[in-house]
Structure formats: structure tokens, C-alpha cells
């Protein structure tokens, strides 16, 4: 049976949530300019030591700022465009291809059911968001 992009995502989506996987949030941007707009302002205002004081201070903010944050993985899935889920069907249909089944749901409880495809897709899950999306993943199970 052909597999079709929607199944693909429908498994991953259901894979993600059993996986409770997690990816970081992108805002290291503004972490970034917290901390330069606080070097700035502190070489301004103290000259040499305002430089590292305000860039100590802005470096711990600017990570505070960021630390912690992270997004469902199903979430961001369901907010690909078309040619990232592309992406991530090409490479799934390399692991899914030989197995026989009728509907996403018999799909979903073939893999689920197999370890060894499991940890493939989870690993695929992963090594996509950290090369193509720049995020870091975590997940509880």
C-alpha cells in the first residue's frame, strides 16, 4: 500500500506524545541581544569594568531568558509547512516501506508495537529537528 504524507504525520505525531518529546523554543535571539544591549550599556556608563560587568550580567540574563523553554514536538509537526513534512516522509518511507498495513491506525499499532522501529523513528525524529530545525530535543519516555 502507498504510504501517504498525513499517515506519516499522524504516526509521528502519535510517536511524539507516547514519546513525550519536547523541543527547545527559539529564542536565543533575544537572549542574545539582552546581553549585548547590557555590555553596551554598561561600557557606556563604566567604561572598561561597566564592559564586563554589564556583559556578565546581560550573559546570565540573557540565558535565563532562554533556559527552560521548550514545545511540544506535536506541535511543531502539525505547524510544518508541506515541504518539511516532505522531508520527513522521504526519510521515514526508507524505515515504513516493508511493512504491510491497511490504515494510519493499523500503521500506528504496527510500529508502536515494535521497539526496534520506534527507537528508528524517534532517532530520525531527533536528528531532524537538530539538523534541519537548529533545536535541541528532549523527551520523558
Not at 507516547?18 to 539582552?34: D, E, F, H, P, T
Not at 532562554?66 to 506541535?75: E, L, S
Not at 521497539?115 to 530520525?124: D, V
Request: hydrophobic share 50%; glycine share 10%; proline share 4%.
Amino acid at each position: 500500500m502507498p504510504i501517504d504524507v498525513c499517515d506519516v504525520m499522524a504516526l509521528f505525531l502519535h510517536l511524539a506524545k507516547a514519546k513525550g518529546m519536547k523541543a527547545a523554543a527559539i529564542r536565543s535571539g533575544q537572549g542574545a541581544l539582552v546581553a549585548s544591549a547590557s555590555t553596551f550599556a554598561g561600557g557606556l556608563l563604566a567604561g572598561p569594568v561597566g564592559l564586563a560587568v554589564g556583559g556578565a550580567l546581560g550573559g546570565i540574563l540573557g540565558g535565563w531568558m532562554t533556559a527552560g523553554q521548550f514545545k511540544p514536538v506535536p506541535q511543531i509537526l502539525m505547524e510544518l509547512p508541506p515541504s518539511e513534512q516532505q522531508k520527513l516522509y522521504d526519510e521515514a518511507v526508507v524505515i515504513l516501506r516493508n511493512l504491510d498495513w491497511m490504515d494510519v491506525a493499523q500503521l500506528t499499532a504496527l510500529v508502536m508495537g515494535n521497539a526496534n522501529l520506534q527507537q528508528k523513528l524517534t532517532e530520525l525524529l531527533i536528528n531532524y529537528f537538530s539538523k534541519e530545525l537548529n533545536v535541541k530535543m528532549k523527551y520523558s519516555k
